[in-house]
């Protein structure tokens, strides 16, 4: 049973250093929140705009990029409200988090409750996904509040016999699955950490007879929302859909890994096997340390989990996205923020130590999100904005793939900027292409008799985001132009 401490800092401090902290957070997804809808954003809108209806959200759109919570609040503001109001639905849950997260901390004590707040506060991963229009924000508010209900109801006189929280985590599950389906991959880790920890007041039956009261209802949920997806592509005439769908290989795996713990601590080695061992030594010490009470939680979110889906995603193919693995993400920074603490009670050399580690690691996340936001995920909408100011009253431009029509579609109805967008050939005025990551955009290219020449190129940094570049054909006026036919 968790003993409480004394509070190390008066309460009053304590609630402002946490508004404050909570303000930060805040303050830098909204910061990451400028420019454009890239890609996946730009497709829910579109998909939103063609469904039409609560209804036609849940049944008509069956993709994997439909995340339900996600596109009823596009659905409310529209599908071409300005991008900041698109992405304020994730802002709001996303920032809620950190006030969960610091009560989470908070059940040791205030100074545990403020170093985990920080942390989600400024923590790069969390700062982009939650600033940009998905599901992940509210998904990861419904896992954190699910962490909670567990962590108290653990933590509660084994001879009482409490009764589990069972509807309270199946109406966050329901909640968690229709922000994003991946929420799947919590229930797992709540597993693990419920019959550990009750194993060790009774026998294993008795253990895996309580974490199924507990989450018997929330796998209920899942079945149901499983069979309500399976029903709806069953009853359309394209049947489930998804996006890009890679092959999969360890370098891309261990790619993936190491752009997840970069993105969530701040911290990197130039090669990505070195900071996946560093991180997994960091991790094994500080559980060695960690309170046996969520030790359970923080083995399984943080190790099992990681491990378990890489060998799923090496037998089904696709090395995954960091989105991926926002139930590790989770588990470290809690994990972090408990053994920060606990070496600051300690005090002595230990005390230093990770003050100062704590410290780096904000500082290192701090400019990580400096960098993501300078990025904007690429900003298409310049590029809106540079076909305005050379042909104020509407064009026509020329893509290669389907993949950037919404992005350059949203973005030009999100400000009234008449545009035509074209894949077959014809006299376009502009030429939009979707880069490869690693590729630099040609000076000139030919496309339909006729030679552009780059005018706009954007670049996004990491996680998520569009390349492209933006050229104009060769005889274009400046300032001149009518409205596409």
Same mark, same amino acid.
């Given at each position: 049973?968790?003993?409480?401490?004394?509070?190390?800092?008066?309460?009053?401090?304590?609630?402002?250093?946490?508004?404050?902290?909570?303000?930060?957070? =805040?303050?830098?997804?909204?910061?990451?929140?400028?420019?454009?809808?890239?890609?996946?954003?730009?497709?829910?809108?579109?998909?939103?705009?063609?469904?039409?209806?609560?209804?036609?959200?849940?049944?008509?759109?069956?993709?994997?990029?439909?995340?339900?919570?996600?596109?009823?609040?596009?659905?409310?503001?529209?599908?071409?409200?300005?991008?900041?109001?698109?992405?304020?639905?994730?802002?709001?849950?996303?920032?809620?988090?950190?006030?969960?997260?610091?009560?989470?901390?908070?059940?040791?004590?205030?100074?545990?409750?403020?170093?985990?707040?920080?942390?989600?506060?400024?923590?790069?991963?969390?700062?982009?996904?939650?600033?940009?229009?998905?599901?992940? +924000?509210?998904?990861? =508010?419904?896992?954190?509040?699910?962490?909670?209900?567990?962590?108290?109801?653990?933590?509660?006189?084994?001879?009482?016999?409490?009764?589990?929280?069972?509807?309270?985590?199946?109406?966050? #599950?329901?909640?968690?699955?229709?922000?994003?389906?991946?929420?799947?991959?919590?229930?797992?880790?709540?597993?693990?950490?419920?019959? #550990?920890?009750?194993?060790?007041?009774?026998?294993?039956?008795?253990?895996?007879?309580? /974490?199924?009261?507990?989450?018997?209802?929330?796998?209920?949920?899942?079945?149901?929302?499983?069979?309500?997806?399976?029903?709806?592509?069953?009853?359309? /005439?394209?049947?489930?859909?998804? +996006?890009?769908?890679?092959?999969?290989?360890?370098?891309?795996?261990?790619?993936?890994?190491?752009?997840?713990?970069?993105?969530?601590? +701040?911290?990197?080695?130039?090669?990505?096997?070195?900071?996946?061992?560093?991180?997994?030594?960091?991790?094994?010490?500080?559980?060695?340390?960690?309170?046996?009470?969520?030790?359970?939680?923080?083995?399984?979110?943080?190790?099992?989990?990681?491990?378990? =889906?890489?060998?799923?995603?090496?037998?089904?193919?696709?090395?995954?996205?960091?989105?991926?693995?926002?139930?590790?993400?989770?588990?470290?920074?809690?994990?972090?923020?408990?053994?920060?603490?606990?070496?600051?009670?300690?005090?002595?050399?230990?005390?230093?130590?990770?003050?100062?580690?704590?410290?780096?690691?904000?500082?290192?996340? =701090?400019?990580?999100?400096?960098?993501?936001?300078?990025?904007?995920?690429?900003?298409?909408?310049?590029?809106?904005?540079?076909?305005?100011?050379?042909?104020?009253?509407?064009?026509?431009?020329?893509? *290669?793939?389907?993949?950037?029509?919404?992005?350059?579609?949203?973005?030009?109805?999100?400000?009234?900027?008449?545009?035509?967008?074209?894949? /077959?050939?014809?006299?376009?005025?502009?030429?939009?292409?979707?880069?490869?990551?690693?590729?630099?955009?040609?000076?000139?290219?030919?496309?339909?008799? *006729?030679?552009?020449?780059?005018?706009?190129?954007?670049?996004?940094?990491?996680?998520?985001?569009?390349?492209?570049?933006?050229?104009?054909? +060769?005889?274009?006026?400046?300032?001149?132009?009518?409205?596409?036919?």
């Amino acid at each position: 049973m968790l003993i409480q401490q004394k509070p190390s800092i008066q309460p009053r401090r304590a609630t402002a250093a946490l508004a404050a902290i909570i303000l930060l957070g =805040l303050a830098l997804r909204l910061w990451s929140a400028r420019g454009g809808l890239w890609v996946d954003e730009a497709w829910s809108a579109q998909f939103v705009a063609q469904a039409g209806s609560a209804w036609g959200i849940f049944w008509r759109i069956n993709h994997d990029n439909n995340h339900y919570l996600n596109s009823l609040w596009i659905l409310l503001v529209g599908p071409y409200a300005p991008p900041l109001l698109i992405r304020a639905f994730s802002i709001l849950t996303g920032t809620l988090s950190i006030a969960v997260a610091g009560a989470i901390g908070w059940r040791r004590d205030a100074t545990t409750g403020l170093i985990a707040a920080l942390l989600f506060a400024v923590s790069p991963i969390l700062v982009a996904y939650g600033a940009e229009a998905r599901g992940y +924000g509210p998904m990861l =508010l419904a896992m954190l509040l699910s962490v909670l209900l567990i962590d108290r109801w653990l933590d509660s006189d084994p001879h009482r016999n409490d009764a589990p929280p069972a509807w309270a985590l199946a109406a966050l #599950t329901l909640a968690g699955l229709l922000a994003q389906l991946t929420y799947l991959f919590a229930l797992a880790a709540y597993a693990g950490w419920i019959v #550990t920890t009750r194993s060790r007041r009774g026998s294993i039956d008795s253990a895996v007879a309580t /974490t199924a009261r507990a989450l018997g209802p929330s796998a209920a949920v899942f079945a149901l929302v499983v069979a309500f997806v399976i029903a709806a592509a069953s009853a359309s /005439t394209t049947g489930f859909q998804a +996006g890009g769908y890679p092959s999969f290989t360890l370098a891309a795996f261990a790619d993936v890994l190491a752009e997840t713990i970069a993105y969530t601590t +701040g911290f990197a080695l130039p090669v990505a096997t070195a900071t996946i061992g560093v991180a997994l030594v960091a991790i094994a010490a500080l559980l060695w340390r960690a309170a046996s009470d969520r030790r359970p939680f923080y083995l399984f979110a943080t190790i099992a989990f990681p491990l378990v =889906l890489g060998v799923a995603l090496w037998r089904i193919g696709n090395a995954g996205f960091a989105r991926y693995y926002l139930v590790a993400v989770v588990g470290l920074l809690l994990l972090l923020a408990d053994s920060a603490r606990a070496a600051i009670r300690h005090g002595g050399w230990r005390k230093g130590v990770a003050i100062v580690l704590t410290l780096l690691v904000v500082c290192a996340s =701090l400019h990580r999100d400096y960098a993501l936001a300078a990025a904007a995920r690429g900003d298409p909408a310049r590029a809106i904005a540079t076909m305005q100011s050379r042909v104020p009253l509407g064009t026509t431009v020329l893509v *290669d793939t389907i993949r950037p029509i919404p992005v350059l579609d949203v973005a030009a109805r999100s400000i009234g900027y008449p545009l035509a967008i074209r894949q /077959t050939c014809s006299k376009a005025a502009f030429v939009f292409i979707d880069l490869d990551p690693t590729t630099a955009p040609a000076s000139m290219i030919a496309r339909c008799n *006729d030679r552009y020449r780059l005018v706009q190129a954007g670049r996004h940094l990491a996680l998520s985001g569009l390349d492209w570049a933006l050229y104009a054909r +060769g005889d274009l006026p400046e300032k001149r132009g009518r409205a596409p036919r």
